[in-house]
């Protein structure tokens, strides 16, 4: 609490100081963050959005997920990646605000701590960066997340995966080039044991990342694979 007042906590979004004993986002904002309802996909987590009459009653997974086979079994997602969810993000990967990411895993504990318990996972494994971004930034933003999820729930956090290649930003390519990028971009260590792992990263939207860790986690000998994701792409449909 005495650090509360040196220390004053802000709001993820807005990045405004909030009165004292408060947390999470303001009251201004908590309405602009959007958490991923149901029905979602079940390969991704993403919001599925309202089904035409008849129309997606069947589908279960969404467009991309359809369309590429993922070698994840499955995956929870917080939020729908709109504009507040984007500052929260900002904040947490190039502004320092380490503690937003115990905000957004006290979320994700609140919202889905009982469905995550039920995969009965043995580790929670947080995407690695390469470790000339990490010497920039001073962290890596998913395993903050994970310690804070892990703080939360009974899981231990294990740093199963390495980035081994430096990839410069890859927007501007294909799903295509930029997986066989990502693929050789990650290598697992010490996974024999490990039967289920939770995949920790703060965003989801192409899957290139969660797809190649999962890869490597598979290769090394883990069992199965799912992503536990603080934002999701809204689906382009
Ligand atoms: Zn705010
Ligand atoms: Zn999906």
Redesign the pocket.
Known sequence: MILDLIYPRRCPVCGGVLPFGESGACPDCAGELSFVAQPA?M????ELGQSGPGRFSQEE??P??LRCRRSFSGGIALLNYNDAARKVMAGLKYKNQREYADFLAAEMTKRHGRQILRLGADALVPVPVHKRRRRERGYNQAELLAKGLSRRLPIPVKRLLLRVEYTEAQKKLGYEARQKNEERAFRAVHAARIGRALLVDDIYTTGATAEACTKALLSAGVSQVFLLNMAVGISRR
Request: proline share 0%; charged share 20%.
């Open positions: 996909c390969g991704c987590g993403k997974y969404c991309d997920c």
